[in-house]
């Protein structure tokens, strides 16, 4: 439907009141028509009124649940974006973790077959053994909190920034 047909049948009612008057107007009326032509337009105004301050109330109740419905979403969007922060960060620390696992048996078995032999032809060398798993370890702990940090550094998709409402 096309609005001004539409618009032409919104108003069919006020529309009417408004000719039927405008025309009376430009007629020649005794005292008595105009005064019965008046109270019948005060009487059409009264009526109008009273819808114009109907609409108006429930226009205002629907932007108060408008308004009210758009914080509730501001309010869950913000707990969405922290929760899904916190995931980010536990499957970063997950993954950091598997990465310094694996590193650290690389390392042990590596110094297990290639340090500990030559520490071994030098006498016995236990405590140069034990001190140097300490080192591997204190380094790989040191490192798995810049593995952490740069597997949360990777790009994320933003979410959608909420509209907020404006008050004209």
Partial sequence: MSKPVRDEK???NELSIYNK???FVSIENSHQELK??????????????EQARFLTWISGRLEKKLHKANRELLERNTKLEKTVDELMTAKAGKNAYAIIYFIA????VLEEFLIEPVINQFGNGVGYSILIKLIIVLLLKVSEGF??????????????????LQRA
């Fill in 10 to 12: 919104m108003f069919t």
């Fill in 21 to 23: 008057h405008k025309d």
């Fill in 147 to 164: 593995i952490e940090d740069r597997i949360k550094k990777k790009p994320k998709v933003d979410a959608v920034k909420p509209l907020t």
């Fill in 105 to 108: 048996i690389i390392l042990f």
């Fill in 36 to 49: 019965v032509a008046h109270e019948k337009l005060t009487n059409d105004y009264k009526k109008l009124l």
